[in-house]
């Protein structure tokens, strides 16, 4: 089955894409390759495709063909985690670059910019709005641009078209390509494919939406680009940043669910950002699906149907300690960092993912004290509202 089938959708690929009926048993499900090396007819002739399981392993190989598919990329390449993602793209640029962050992203990507990257010899700067700010913060280093879409934890959406034009205005004037690798973890390819956009390279934290059940550790990249691809999956056996073949089969298995995942979580999340916005104990809500989003217009063409996925962070009345109160006493939403499981789960940014950021610096990207991040599961729609209900009434005296 190859990408762009009209006959078929999201979810008809999400099942069958790297999944073929296994040819010596029938098996209907693959089997897990455990084996490390692969036996060779001759010597450098293997008798299949596999030599040693860090180069390729059969469950690996099978999870990036359908990542591809459903990135609608050429290549993906699958790695041990989210952040060893981050770190292969770091390590795949020459001394002396200099990348342009989004200025909220994840907590351990603003950790491996700003105290690991420079061992490799590349410096990274920080924008609050990539948006519209991207132009005059490039300079002649400049050779990467990283987007989070939405945001986190403030769930700001940038328009990928308009960043990938001033990318594109810079090459033509300058003959200097500078690459733009949008994290799509808070989506899923579910709901937004940014190659489609024109971004460079897509990464996910598999261990979120991808894998969904929260059992798994990995990460994902996927691009169309024969040369980026060649050179990341170089370095990727050279340093060894592989997932074992039973993460991968995992992380495989939740994949063919993600759809009906995906769904659920953004009707339920639609549901909760709006019982939000309506309540007098609720200074903000953040949800890209909310009309009253700022960026709900690059929704509507970014977002599969306009979907705002399953993320909402929300400012509570009364501060860190009405905070705090309400994230202890919710009874379905357990307190606990990570996203996009089956189960919700909430946290507080400022002391928990985003506690390495200096207060001000945090401040000014919208990270109070007081803000609650949700990652909303799969459990009945009216209990996780009703749950919500309960704890802020119990939390604003
Ligand atoms: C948006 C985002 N990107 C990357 C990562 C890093 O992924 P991992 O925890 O799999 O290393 C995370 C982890 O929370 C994340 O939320």
Do not use: C
């Not at 001033?166 to 500078?178: A, F, M, P």
């Not at 905070?323 to 009874?331: E, G, H, L, N, P």
């Not at 946290?347 to 990270?367: C, D, K, L, S």
């Amino acid at each position: 089955m190859t990408k762009d089938t009209p006959q078929y959708g999201f979810g008809t690929h999400a099942i069958h894409s790297g999944a073929a009926v296994d040819p010596t048993t029938g098996a209907v499900i693959e089997p897990i390759s455990l084996s490390t090396t692969f036996a060779q007819s001759l010597p450098a002739n293997p008798i299949g495709t596999y030599e040693y399981s860090r180069s390729a392993n059969p469950n690996r190989d099978n999870f990036e063909t359908a990542v591809a598919q459903l990135e609608q990329a050429k290549y993906a390449i699958a790695l041990s985690s989210g952040s060893a993602t981050t770190s292969l793209i770091v390590q795949s640029l020459p001394i002396g670059s200099h990348i342009i962050s989004g200025a909220d992203v994840y907590g351990g990507t603003h950790r491996y910019f700003t105290q690991v990257a420079h061992t490799h010899g590349v410096t990274a700067s920080f924008v609050a709005d990539l948006g519209t700010d991207l132009a005059e913060n490039i300079t002649e280093n400049t050779k990467l641009v990283w987007l989070e879409t939405p945001s986190n934890p403030t769930l700001r959406v940038t328009d990928i078209s308009s960043v990938v034009k001033v990318l594109r205005e810079h090459e033509s004037k300058t003959g200097n390509r500078i690459l733009l690798v949008v994290d799509n973890t808070f989506l899923s390819p579910y709901v937004s494919n940014p190659l489609t956009f024109g971004a460079d390279v897509v990464i996910h934290s598999v261990t979120k939406y991808i894998n969904g059940h929260s059992d798994v550790v990995m990460g994902v990249l996927a691009t169309n680009d024969d040369e980026l691809h060649k050179k990341f999956r170089f370095l990727q056996n050279a340093i060894g940043l592989v997932p074992s073949p039973f993460d991968s089969w995992l992380a495989h298995r939740g994949l063919k669910t993600l759809h009906l995942r995906a769904r659920q979580a953004s009707a339920s999340a639609q549901k909760i950002a709006e019982t939000l916005s309506q309540s007098p104990l609720v200074l903000k809500v953040n949800y890209p699906g909310l009309k009253s989003h700022p960026n709900h217009h690059v929704v509507a063409t970014q977002h599969r149907d306009g979907l705002g996925g399953g993320m909402i962070s929300f400012r509570i009345k009364g501060g860190a300690a009405a905070a705090s109160k309400f994230s202890s006493t919710t009874k379905l939403f357990t307190l606990a960092e990570s996203l996009g499981g089956i189960e919700s789960l909430l946290e507080v940014p400022a002391v928990m993912t985003h506690g390495g950021i200096p207060q001000a610096e945090r401040e000014a990207n919208g990270i109070y004290d007081d803000l609650i991040r949700l990652s909303v599961g799969i459990e009945e729609t009216d209990d996780l509202v009703k749950d919500i209900e309960l704890a802020l009434e119990n939390a604003v005296e």
